[in-house]
């Protein structure tokens, strides 16, 4: 997967998590299995005081394999195909998926 085979939202998705380094996107709507940005989420950054700012590869390039956690996110995203999600980001990249569901979908 690259950042060229994505949807222009996917790739919005990949940027801001790469952006991001370390956080969560909050309250992230899905809307068709597609990460939607209106409403816009929250986005929070964790910033580590005692160490000094990483040098952060270049993710300019649209044909640069993007890491295997993106598939997975996105994979998860469509099969949920409607919802609200937290995304934590670790390392520029997806770690883990917190999805908002109600007692009705679980039982």
Partial sequence: ???STLTPTQRKTVEILEA????VIERLLISGGMPCFEPEPR???AIKLDSAPEQQP??????????IEFGRLFDRLSQLHEGVVD?????NAPFRLVVKRC?????
């Avoid at 995304?87 to 390392?91: A, F, L």
Wanted: negative net charge; contains cysteine.
């Fill in 1 to 3: 997967m690259t950042k």
């Fill in 20 to 23: 991001l380094e370390f956080g």
């Fill in 43 to 45: 986005i929070v950054q």
């Fill in 58 to 67: 270049d993710h300019s390039d649209a044909d640069l394999t993007l890491k």
């Fill in 87 to 91: 995304v934590e980001v670790r390392h």
């Fill in 103 to 107: 007692c009705k979908e679980l039982l």
